[in-house]
């Protein structure tokens, strides 16, 4: 009879299954097909003492992933929030947090914008941030070493993701937040004989009965093939307002005559950052289209 469990940390082609009496189960899928994420939760079948196969996945809720024409990775399932972690040092790449916004936006998962290291000064970094947050983006200031305690009650009731590139900070807020946490999963990694040869593992941890957090590998890239034009348009917050009253239905948004979206540049409702970022999601699904 399959077990129901929940994919706490994906290694690849495989995953620990935390099943619903605390037993965590080193688990494959049937096929070669791999679309599992942590987050998941599966029926999986009993293959050995703590070992076991795949056999479904329930619906998802939410689905965070990223795309270009050839393949797919999915980086979280069932999340309701994603924090997005940048840095005052090094400085931040101001295109991934955009497409991880868009990311967010296109798969209704609410989206909260970190800049850690603020003990770090960085002017630039500062404005960028009151930036995203007169989009309506919820934005917090940490400096995570000495102390995560603003971000707490973000947590309560919530499956989130932690985003960003690497050196950003994200594993010392998961250290900050479960200083047993690593130490704990690498020892359950080492029993069930998975992870050891992998540093792109995602990691599932509980905060409390009702929360759960996400790490992820950092991220240098982010595709997003898989967002077609409408729903990349209306992705851009600030976009949604002025979507349809264009002179042209098929308005690309970057030469037409009486296109609002450039009047709103021009004006300076849309920041120049943001209509090339998204300029260029839609150039590169359009260019994979037709490739």
Same mark, same amino acid.
């Given at each position: 009879?399959?077990?129901?469990?929940?994919?706490?940390?994906?290694? %690849? #082609?495989?995953?620990?299954?935390? &099943?619903? @009496?605390?037993?965590?189960?080193?688990? $494959?899928?049937?096929?070669?097909?791999? @679309?599992?994420?942590? %987050?998941?939760?599966?029926?999986?079948?009993?293959?050995?003492?703590?070992? %076991?196969?795949?056999?479904?996945?329930?619906?998802?809720?939410?689905?965070?992933?990223?795309?270009? /024409?050839? #393949?797919?990775?999915?980086?979280?399932?069932?999340?309701?929030?994603?924090?997005?972690?940048?840095?005052?040092?090094? *400085?931040?790449?101001?295109?991934?947090?955009?497409?991880?916004?868009? +990311?967010?936006?296109? +798969?209704?998962?609410?989206?909260?914008?970190?800049?850690?290291?603020? @003990? !770090?000064?960085?002017?630039?970094?500062?404005?960028?941030?009151?930036?995203? +947050?007169?989009?309506?983006?919820?934005?917090?200031?940490?400096?995570? #070493?000495?102390?995560?305690?603003?971000?707490?009650?973000?947590?309560? %009731?919530?499956?989130?993701?932690?985003?960003?590139?690497?050196?950003?900070?994200? *594993?010392?807020?998961?250290?900050?937040?479960?200083?047993?946490?690593?130490?704990?999963?690498?020892?359950?990694?080492?029993?069930?004989? *998975?992870?050891?040869?992998?540093?792109? /593992?995602?990691? &599932?941890?509980?905060?409390?009965?009702?929360? +759960?957090?996400?790490?992820?590998?950092?991220?240098?890239?982010?595709? !997003?093939?898989?967002?077609?034009?409408? @729903?990349?348009?209306?992705?851009? $917050?600030?976009?949604?307002?002025?979507?349809?009253?264009?002179?042209?239905?098929?308005?690309?948004?970057?030469?037409?005559?009486?296109?609002?979206?450039?009047?709103?540049?021009?004006?300076?409702?849309?920041?120049?950052?943001?209509?090339?970022?998204?300029?260029?999601?839609?150039?590169?699904?359009? $260019?994979?289209?037709?490739?």
């Amino acid at each position: 009879m399959p077990l129901e469990g929940l994919i706490v940390a994906a290694y %690849g #082609k495989r995953y620990n299954v935390e &099943l619903l @009496d605390g037993r965590v189960l080193s688990c $494959v899928t049937r096929g070669k097909k791999v @679309d599992n994420a942590a %987050g998941d939760r599966v029926s999986v079948t009993l293959t050995a003492n703590h070992e %076991g196969v795949i056999e479904k996945t329930a619906p998802r809720q939410t689905l965070l992933y990223r795309s270009n /024409a050839f #393949k797919s990775k999915i980086l979280a399932a069932n999340v309701t929030q994603i924090l997005i972690v940048l840095a005052t040092q090094p *400085s931040f790449y101001e295109d991934l947090l955009n497409r991880c916004l868009v +990311a967010a936006e296109a +798969a209704g998962i609410r989206a909260v914008i970190i800049l850690n290291k603020c @003990d !770090l000064p960085n002017p630039q970094a500062m404005q960028k941030l009151h930036q995203y +947050a007169a989009l309506g983006y919820l934005t917090i200031q940490l400096n995570a #070493k000495d102390s995560v305690e603003s971000l707490k009650p973000l947590l309560t %009731g919530h499956t989130s993701v932690l985003v960003g590139q690497s050196g950003m900070g994200k *594993s010392t807020i998961i250290n900050s937040l479960l200083p047993e946490a690593r130490s704990k999963t690498q020892e359950i990694s080492a029993t069930l004989d *998975s992870g050891k040869h992998t540093t792109t /593992a995602t990691h &599932l941890y509980h905060l409390d009965s009702q929360s +759960a957090i996400i790490d992820s590998p950092g991220l240098q890239e982010f595709g !997003l093939y898989h967002i077609n034009e409408a @729903d990349l348009e209306y992705a851009f $917050v600030e976009f949604r307002p002025l979507i349809g009253h264009c002179k042209f239905n098929n308005c690309t948004h970057t030469h037409e005559p009486e296109c609002v979206i450039l009047q709103g540049l021009a004006t300076g409702t849309i920041a120049p950052e943001r209509l090339q970022i998204f300029q260029q999601i839609r150039a590169e699904n359009t $260019v994979q289209i037709y490739h």
